[in-house]
């Protein structure tokens, strides 16, 4: 890279493809403004949900509602459609065919799919012990910060739908290329913000 050459953060396209890799860094810039605002939301619910914490008001408690096996599950999940995204990026990177991307795709869309599946199933068994939002401030914390993480899980499931339908049209084109990046940004970073609701909701909530 010469001097004057400005690195965008993301999948470096470099000597496969000059004239997108050079476009990408301005294309890509707006997009982690975007993330930075969500990462603020985020962290806003984060605090509210730790103030929150204690008031269950006589109701259901952490406790007695998270299950440490359902949650290891969906990070294993959400961690591994990561990497199955990251292979994508990968072979979009090294001109690999359009099957083989949208077969990557495909396994993350998959993935997050189960993901989400079985939060509901977390969410169906909360509500059947009357842990419903009303019930507490704790509980609104926890609904207004946890559902929040597995809606941007779907839309960024119906994001993958409409890239491979753009794959099958366009095939790997700039355009193309520039926004796979932008929905691997998306997608890492939906990992990153489910890693900390793990570290920092379920598991010190199992033992309240």
Partial sequence: MSAGEAAHAGLNLGETDRETDADAG?????????????????????????????ASAGGPTPGSLYKIAPTFVETLLLLTSSLTYGMASVAMKHGAPVT??????????????????????DFANMFAQGAYPTR???????????????????????WLLVMMAQLLVFGVDSRVKI??????????????????????????GLIR
Avoid: C, K, Q
């Fill in 136 to 158: 507490s401030g704790y509980l609104s914390a926890f609904f207004a910060l946890v559902p929040l993480h597995g809606l941007h899980v779907l839309i960024g499931s119906v």
């Fill in 26 to 54: 301005s294309a890509l810039f707006g997009f982690w403004m975007f993330l930075m605002s969500d990462a603020v939301i985020f962290a806003l619910l984060f605090a509210t949900y730790g103030v929150m914490l204690p």
């Fill in 179 to 204: 926004n796979l990046l932008r929905l691997g940004l998306f997608w890492h970073f939906l990992d990153i913000v489910w890693i900390a609701l793990f570290s920092t909701v379920y598991l010190p």
């Fill in 100 to 121: 083989r991307i949208a077969t990557w795709l495909s396994v993350t869309l998959i993935l997050g799919t189960a993901f989400l599946g079985l939060e509901w199933h």
